[in-house]
């Protein structure tokens, strides 16, 4: 372990703790000049309406593709941008380019599109006025943009902070935006704070779809029919993530899920073959 030694305050690493931290200060560094030598794009995920099979939305997923590497994944690099204010900058090019982009899907399909918020960002009081400037200039209405922020970064924090976020959530939900709180059930929070929070949507996480196989299958099962309820008695709508074989798709049906999100549909692609899948949906997976 790290280790502070005496009046020269000298570190020791360990030989793994030191590749790690030069591993990550080889990557903040590279990602600070991956937008401007155009290493970065966008993938986007359609999610599903269960019962018609139609793609009512697609998420926007960074990608990171150094010229000199391997492509490294958002669960990388997203948490190296968010220690700094890099994530601002990455953050306002992913809404300026998926704004742009969904504006000919939804013109054609209706098709919203989501885009995924750290807390850095929405902390920032120029964030709202970037949102509208951004749905301004690609010509998208406020209510085809879903922004996401996870259950976490909301209330993982002091009661103060969470009072900003939830101020600045609000505010956003004022100008026709709608919110999503992503990868639900994950974190640490209190069911009590739900009725309380300004979203629309709640995104279950994978883990609840993709249950490991040990665990006990009604349980899971109740808990997701119990979430699903919960969310219904709020008019939330629910998106769950994660789904991977026809037999989680028609349970989920059974159990009254209504928008669903996964490999089994589609995994996320480029943006230049969306409006090829738009056009060939609705996807009946299951009822082949
Ligand atoms: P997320 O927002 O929960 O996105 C869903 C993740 O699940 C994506 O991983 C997606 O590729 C993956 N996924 C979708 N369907 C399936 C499935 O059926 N099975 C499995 N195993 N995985 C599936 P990805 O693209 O690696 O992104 C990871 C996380 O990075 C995202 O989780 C999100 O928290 C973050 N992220 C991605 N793009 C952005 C961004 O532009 N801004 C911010 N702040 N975070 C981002
Ligand atoms: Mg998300
Ligand atoms: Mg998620
Ligand atoms: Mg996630």
Request: proline residues 7%; charged residues 20%; hydrophobic residues 45%.
């Amino acid at each position: 372990a790290a280790k502070t030694t005496g009046k020269n305050r000298a570190v020791r690493f360990s030989p793994d703790l030191r590749t790690r931290h030069l591993r990550h200060v080889h990557l903040a560094h590279a990602l600070r000049h991956a937008r401007s030598r155009g290493e970065l794009t966008l993938a986007y995920q359609p999610i599903i309406d269960l019962a018609t099979g139609a793609p009512t939305a697609v998420e926007a997923l960074l990608r990171w593709h150094p010229a000199d590497g391997t492509p490294i994944g958002p669960g990388t690099f997203i948490p190296i941008a968010e220690a700094t204010d890099l994530i601002t900058e990455l953050g306002h090019w992913v809404l300026t380019r998926a704004t742009a982009d969904a504006a000919a899907w939804h013109r054609t399909h209706r098709t919203a599109v989501t885009v995924n918020v750290s807390g850095r960002q929405l902390r920032d009081p120029a964030f709202p006025g970037a949102v509208a400037a951004a749905l301004r200039a690609a010509g998208l209405p406020p209510h085809a943009l879903i922004l996401e922020i996870t259950e976490n970064t909301l209330l993982a924090t002091t009661p103060d902070q969470t009072a900003r976020l939830t101020a600045a959530l609000a505010r956003l939900r004022e100008s026709g935006v709608r919110i999503a709180l992503d990868d639900f059930g994950t974190g640490y929070s209190s069911l009590a704070y739900l009725p309380t929070l300004p979203v629309d949507i709640l995104k279950i996480d994978r883990s609840f779809t993709t249950s490991p196989a040990h665990t006990d299958h009604h349980r899971t099962r109740a808990f997701t029919k119990a979430i699903l309820d919960i969310s219904a008695s709020l008019d939330l709508t629910t998106i769950v993530e994660g789904v991977e074989t026809p037999d989680q798709a028609d349970l989920l049906r059974t159990l009254g899920a209504r928008l669903a999100q996964g490999h089994l549909f589609c995994r996320p692609v480029p943006a230049d073959r969306v409006p090829g899948l738009l056009a060939a949906a609705p996807w009946h997976p299951t009822l082949t």
